[in-house]
């Protein structure tokens, strides 16, 4: 069979992921329909044993969101992150009652109810934690914590296209939250012409990436590089 156009991109995708032999795989759907094609020809080309999560980014309604999960369940998906819109809190609920699998929350994270109200609600199964978005270690470590003792889903998530600095600051967080499912981050040089680290930070095979040992981020900053990417903003005294 000859494939053209978005099957022929995806089945280059679906290439990488063998070349580096991952264990598990999360794919970005925002329509339901072309969407299960897609997740049904990865479950074919990369077998049975790999764990295949979602990100719905927020595209689906609540009803095409219960629809989705019924369908996808021959294709045994893992998660599905985010299927409804950000505000939609009372539909996010919803979709997390009707499904047997994990509905991680992201952007719902970061409305005026904030994160902690998704947890004492019981308004998800899990959430993407990013360590930036949260504001930082303390913060983010406070929802973790909070979440796991509520035994929810915990994903420590990253930026596409984040640099070392913000990579390597993830690693350091993972590292404290041995309990989290999943491990986004470290693309670096797979997404990024170049880093701000002399050395190439991004994962290898399996997705593996090193914990940092040593002190503070546990890596050594590039200066010039940062110089180079650096804007000049001239202020006015009053």
Known sequence: ??????????LQFIGQIKNLEFRAVKVKIIDPE????QL?????????????????????????????IRKAKPIRLSAV??????????GLKKVSRNSDIPIIADESMYTSEGPFYLIENDVCHGLNIRLSSCGGFQKALE?????????????????????????????NFAAICPERRY????????VL?????PENIAFGREGYA?????????????????????????????
């Open 1 to 10: 069979m000859r494939y053209f156009g978005r099957e022929y991109e995806l």
């Open 34 to 37: 072309d969407g299960l094609l």
């Open 40 to 68: 049904k020809l990865i479950r074919q080309k990369l077998g049975s044993a790999i764990d295949i999560r979602i990100d719905a980014k927020a595209a689906f309604s609540v009803e095409d969101s219960i629809k989705f």
């Open 81 to 90: 992150e985010q299927p409804v819109q950000k505000n939609d809190l009372k």
């Open 143 to 171: 929802i973790f914590q909070r979440a796991h003792a509520k035994k929810m889903t915990a994903v420590i998530g990253a930026h596409v296209g984040e640099t070392a600095i913000l990579s390597y600051a993830g690693r």
């Open 183 to 190: 491990l986004e981050g470290s693309f670096s040089r797979y």
């Open 193 to 197: 012409k170049e880093d701000l680290v």
């Open 210 to 238: 090193p914990t940092p040992i040593r002190r503070g981020l546990g890596i050594e900053i590039d200066e010039a590089a940062i110089a180079d990417r650096s804007s000049l903003y001239a202020t006015i005294d009053s």
